[in-house]
């Protein structure tokens, strides 16, 4: 054995050991540890922070990381909103359902799938926009904003810092955009709470479907048999007790979430709202 054999063991077992607590267990996994897989596998939504404000240089961290994801035909069809103002930020929580994590987080950065800037550019050199006005482009937009985010999320947590997505925001995405003078042809797609987490409030990881569950080789197969989703029904009941919330199984969960209209929470009205923002979805 090398010594840099010796000398890499440790981290390797740190990489084995962040994928055993994203399972709770289940089959090994060998690989080279590194800090950017160590960032990833650690991540946790953070609902509890400290009042302390987010620095700027991390936000400019942030914005710089979520600019270098990539973007389709380099179109870079999003934007970002910087929410710190406290008034600001618990009207945009009310209309999220007065969430604790938005209520302490001293920084919520609204994410924008932004199609009004390139049609502004092509108004400007007197050429037409006739492509944004289909379903791929709205599209593209939000996977646009997506992408970024989670490089944001990635450099964030890097630095030691918590974050939490809010998809509530779409609970009425009109009243989003009044708040934040989004032009016509943009529209919120989410929310991330950015803070110090709170030390005495920690968050844990939260188990996942097994990597058998969610994996298909060359064509799509049957879905995860009934005894390892009942198994991860139990692994996240005790997660669920260990973060003192309430215990509800996943498959349950998920029963629940889709069953009625009324669990969309409004949102059921999106293709609406969309067209009325500016978005034709043709």
Same mark, same amino acid.
């Not at 509530?168 to 529209?187: D, F, Q, S, T, Y």
């Not at 991330?192 to 968050?203: E, H």
């Not at 064509?219 to 509800?248: C, H, N």
């Given at each position: 054995?090398?010594? *840099?054999?010796?000398? #890499?063991?440790?981290?390797?077992?740190?990489?084995? #050991?962040?994928?055993?607590? /994203?399972?709770?267990?289940?089959?090994?996994?060998?690989?080279? %540890?590194?800090?950017?897989?160590?960032?990833?596998? $650690?991540?946790? $939504?953070?609902? $509890?922070?400290?009042?302390?404000?987010?620095?700027?240089?991390?936000? +400019?961290? &942030?914005?710089? &990381?979520?600019? $270098?994801?990539?973007? *389709?035909?380099?179109?870079?069809? %999003?934007? !970002?909103?910087?929410?710190?103002?406290?008034?600001?930020?618990?009207?945009?929580?009310?209309?999220?359902?007065?969430?604790?994590?938005?209520? @302490?987080?001293?920084?919520?950065?609204? %994410?924008?799938?932004?199609?009004?800037?390139?049609?502004?550019? &092509?108004?400007?050199?007197?050429?037409?926009?006739?492509?944004?006005?289909?379903? @791929?482009?709205?599209?593209?937009?939000?996977?646009?904003?997506?992408?970024?985010?989670?490089?944001? !999320?990635?450099?964030?947590?890097?630095?030691?810092?918590?974050?939490?997505?809010?998809?509530?925001?779409?609970?009425?995405?009109?009243l989003v955009a009044k708040e934040l003078g989004l032009p016509e042809g943009a529209?919120?797609?989410?929310?991330?709470?950015?803070?110090?987490?709170?030390?005495?409030?920690?968050?844990? !990881?939260?188990?996942?479907?097994?990597?058998?569950?969610?994996?298909?080789?060359?064509?799509?197969?049957?879905?995860?048999?009934?005894?390892?989703?009942? +198994?991860?029904?139990?692994?996240?009941?005790?997660?669920? &007790? @260990?973060?003192?919330?309430?215990?509800?199984?996943?498959?349950?969960?998920?029963?629940? /979430?889709? #069953?009625?209209?009324?669990?969309?929470?409004?949102?059921?009205?999106?293709?609406?709202?969309?067209?009325?923002?500016?978005?034709?979805?043709?």
């Amino acid at each position: 054995m090398t010594l *840099s054999t010796v000398l #890499a063991s440790p981290v390797d077992d740190r990489l084995d #050991a962040l994928a055993r607590e /994203r399972y709770r267990g289940g089959p090994a996994i060998s690989g080279t %540890w590194n800090e950017t897989l160590d960032a990833i596998l $650690s991540h946790r $939504s953070v609902r $509890s922070y400290l009042p302390s404000p987010v620095p700027t240089e991390v936000v +400019d961290i &942030a914005i710089t &990381a979520a600019q $270098s994801a990539p973007t *389709s035909s380099n179109l870079q069809a %999003w934007s !970002v909103v910087v929410v710190e103002d406290t008034e600001k930020k618990a009207r945009l929580n009310a209309v999220a359902g007065n969430q604790r994590q938005i209520a @302490e987080a001293p920084l919520l950065l609204v %994410w924008i799938a932004d199609l009004a800037r390139p049609r502004a550019i &092509a108004t400007e050199r007197g050429g037409g926009a006739e492509g944004l006005d289909y379903l @791929e482009s709205f599209l593209l937009g939000v996977i646009d904003a997506a992408l970024a985010a989670q490089n944001a !999320v990635v450099a964030l947590e890097s630095l030691g810092f918590g974050t939490c997505y809010i998809g509530a925001l779409r609970n009425n995405p009109e009243l989003v955009a009044k708040e934040l003078g989004l032009p016509e042809g943009a529209i919120a797609v989410f929310g991330l709470t950015v803070g110090a987490p709170d030390p005495a409030r920690p968050a844990g !990881v939260k188990p996942r479907l097994s990597r058998s569950a969610v994996v298909h080789h060359e064509r799509y197969g049957e879905t995860a048999p009934r005894r390892s989703l009942a +198994d991860y029904d139990a692994v996240l009941k005790t997660f669920q &007790a @260990e973060q003192a919330m309430p215990q509800i199984g996943w498959t349950e969960q998920v029963t629940n /979430r889709i #069953a009625t209209v009324q669990s969309l929470k409004g949102r059921h009205l999106l293709k609406d709202v969309v067209r009325k923002l500016g978005f034709a979805l043709r």
